[in-house]
């Protein structure tokens, strides 16, 4: 079968690259707290599984307005699943059993250690140069996000929920990276574009849906206002718009810069959190959000 034409590029390329980074900075620094309200009444292997299939039908029937070609290869299909499970289902289920047990804002502090993992699993996987200074970097931004929590982790004791929130989180970010290798593979084979998101977060809303079944939850809905609008609110700007802009800036800038968005967006994250949530600063959040920051900074930094 004949290659199908090449797919256009997202519309989100005609903005520049600080609007794109800024808008999935804010986007994304809201939808920690947007969660919270999808949490109750329905399982969040159904909530995430309503978000990206509402999202991957909105993005389907644009492509059909705009005439853009869905057709993929078998192996391109394959591609895109494997990128739906990790981005779009399996990472989000994980964030959003773990903001059952820890404020949103943490989570989102958690989230910034995204880079750093990012900037290994390029020269893991893709064999880029990891420096001495990136090393370095690195050790910061791991130091910076643990005096972030440390406040938190000395009220909780020994609490099992804090724990098991802290573990789904960091195995979420470990799935959200393997999702951003998968994204720039993607996006090295020429996979992108909005076909590619319908399907991709298709193949995630489905996948979630599976989850759900395989683990006897109940698919119910929850039709309260704070419901629909947080799920609206998630699936419009969250999902189509803030990926839009990630992954334009992922073949813009690369997997490395274009994940700096996670060093900014707890930032965002946390204040919304303490307007919402009553979260408490201390001086250990300032002191270990200025170190992860300077952490991702020297590892992200251009040279020369």
């Not at 140069?129 to 938190?152: C, H, N």
């Not at 724990?163 to 970010?173: N, S």
């Not at 698919?219 to 803030?242: K, N």
Request: proline share 3%; aromatic share 10%; hydrophobic share 55%.
């Amino acid at each position: 079968m004949a290659r199908p034409a090449a797919r256009p590029a997202h519309d989100a390329c005609t903005l520049n690259t600080l609007s794109l980074f800024a808008g999935c900075v804010l986007i994304w620094g809201t939808t920690w707290l947007a969660i919270t309200y999808q949490l109750g009444n329905v399982a969040p292997e159904a909530s995430v599984s309503y978000r990206f299939l509402l999202a991957a039908l909105l993005i389907a029937g644009y492509c059909r307005l705009r005439g853009l070609p869905m057709r993929f290869r078998a192996g391109e299909h394959a591609a895109l699943a494997l990128l739906g499970v990790l981005m779009y289902s399996i990472g989000y289920i994980l964030v959003y059993h773990a903001e059952m047990h820890v404020v949103s804002g943490l989570l989102a502090v958690a989230y910034s250690a995204g880079p750093l993992l990012a900037m290994l699993g390029m020269r893991l996987v893709f064999g880029h140069a990891m420096t001495a200074r990136m090393a370095a970097g690195s050790l910061l931004g791991i130091a910076g996000i643990a005096l972030v929590f440390w406040p938190e982790i000395g009220h909780a004791g020994h609490r099992g929920d804090f724990a098991l929130g802290a573990l789904l989180i960091v195995i979420a970010v470990l799935v959200s990276t393997a999702g951003m290798l998968v994204a720039h593979r993607n996006h090295e084979r020429k996979l992108r574009g909005w076909p590619t998101m319908a399907w991709s977060m298709g193949y995630g809303g489905a996948a979630s849906l599976v989850i759900a079944l395989a683990l006897g939850r109940t698919l119910s809905f929850e039709w309260s206002p704070a419901y629909l609008l947080s799920l609206l609110y998630l699936t419009v700007f969250g999902s189509i718009l803030g990926f839009a802009g990630f992954l334009t800036l992922l073949g813009r800038i690369g997997a490395a810069r274009t994940s700096y968005i996670g060093v900014m967006v707890p930032i965002v994250a946390l204040v919304v959190s303490s307007l919402f949530e009553g979260f408490a600063w201390h001086a250990l959040t300032l002191a270990g959000i200025g170190v992860s920051v300077a952490g991702n900074v020297l590892v992200l930094r251009r040279t020369g």
